[in-house]
């Protein structure tokens, strides 16, 4: 089993082939990833990836999806039906927003959207009913949905550097969140008061 960093050369071992590193220069994926069976990690750094393909739900084996496109705006449901897929990173891209599907198979643990452009959490967010890990600073979040609230697995939220002014109070509710994180947003000095006072959180200082 190996990591490849070239489509050429991972078709010489098609079997042998469970990690693949790609720079990818069109705007979509290249459908011959669907050849590899075994391929456990897929990584994509491009500067022209617009969209993920339907051919996505193919890659039924894949645990970990790193992709980085400064032009990826659009994002097919289909990668969140993916049996085995427990992390996918998607930040630094240019996603305004995520709809997901009502109802999901998801095994998805870890979702990473940080930089992108969201204005909203994603909807139907609460259908990736085994999320622990989620990250969305540096977006244009401005409010926290009722959907997040009921992620019962959720351990760690990532919501700094976005635009909100205020949190719900339920999200002390969420019994096994661990980690959360809202520095950098829009909350007034009577706000943050409220926070510390009732979440036991305290601000990181802006020298």
Same mark, same amino acid.
């Given at each position: 089993?190996a990591l490849y960093k070239s489509l050429k050369k991972a078709f010489t071992n098609i079997e042998d082939v469970t990690s693949l590193k790609l720079n990818?220069?069109?705007? #979509? /994926?290249? *459908?011959?990833?669907?050849?590899?069976?075994?391929?456990?990690?897929?990584?994509?750094? +491009?500067?022209?990836? *617009?969209?993920?393909?339907?051919?996505?739900?193919?890659? @039924?084996? @894949?645990?970990?999806?790193?992709?980085?496109?400064?032009?990826?705006?659009?994002?097919?449901?289909?990668?969140?039906?993916?049996? !085995?897929?427990?992390?996918?990173?998607?930040?630094? #891209?240019?996603?305004?927003? /995520?709809?997901?599907p009502i109802t999901t198979s998801s095994n998805l643990k870890d979702l990473n959207l940080g930089k992108n452009l969201l204005k909203s959490i994603p909807?139907?967010?609460? %259908?990736? *009913?085994?999320?622990? +890990?989620?990250?969305?600073?540096?977006?244009?979040? @401005?409010?926290?949905? !009722?959907? =997040?609230?009921? =992620?019962?697995? =959720? !351990?760690?939220?990532? /919501?700094?550097?976005?635009? /909100?002014?205020?949190?719900?109070? *339920?999200?002390?509710?969420? !019994?096994?969140?661990?980690?959360?994180?809202?520095?950098?947003?829009?909350? %007034?000095?009577?706000?943050?008061?409220?926070?510390?006072?009732?979440?036991?959180? +305290?601000?990181?200082?802006?020298?």
């Amino acid at each position: 089993m190996a990591l490849y960093k070239s489509l050429k050369k991972a078709f010489t071992n098609i079997e042998d082939v469970t990690s693949l590193k790609l720079n990818i220069k069109k705007s #979509c /994926l290249p *459908e011959e990833l669907t050849a590899f069976k075994n391929l456990n990690s897929l990584y994509v750094q +491009s500067k022209s990836l *617009e969209s993920i393909p339907d051919w996505i739900s193919e890659l @039924t084996s @894949t645990r970990l999806i790193y992709i980085n496109s400064t032009n990826l705006a659009h994002i097919n449901n289909e990668i969140f039906n993916l049996p !085995k897929l427990e992390i996918l990173n998607l930040s630094s #891209c240019r996603i305004q927003n /995520l709809n997901l599907p009502i109802t999901t198979s998801s095994n998805l643990k870890d979702l990473n959207l940080g930089k992108n452009l969201l204005k909203s959490i994603p909807q139907n967010i609460e %259908s990736l *009913e085994k999320l622990e +890990s989620l990250y969305l600073a540096n977006n244009n979040i @401005t409010e926290i949905s !009722k959907g =997040l609230l009921n =992620l019962t697995n =959720l !351990k760690r939220l990532s /919501l700094d550097s976005n635009r /909100l002014t205020t949190i719900p109070l *339920e999200i002390k509710d969420m !019994k096994s969140l661990n980690i959360l994180s809202i520095d950098n947003n829009a909350f %007034s000095a009577e706000e943050k008061a409220q926070i510390e006072k009732e979440l036991g959180i +305290s601000f990181t200082a802006i020298m």
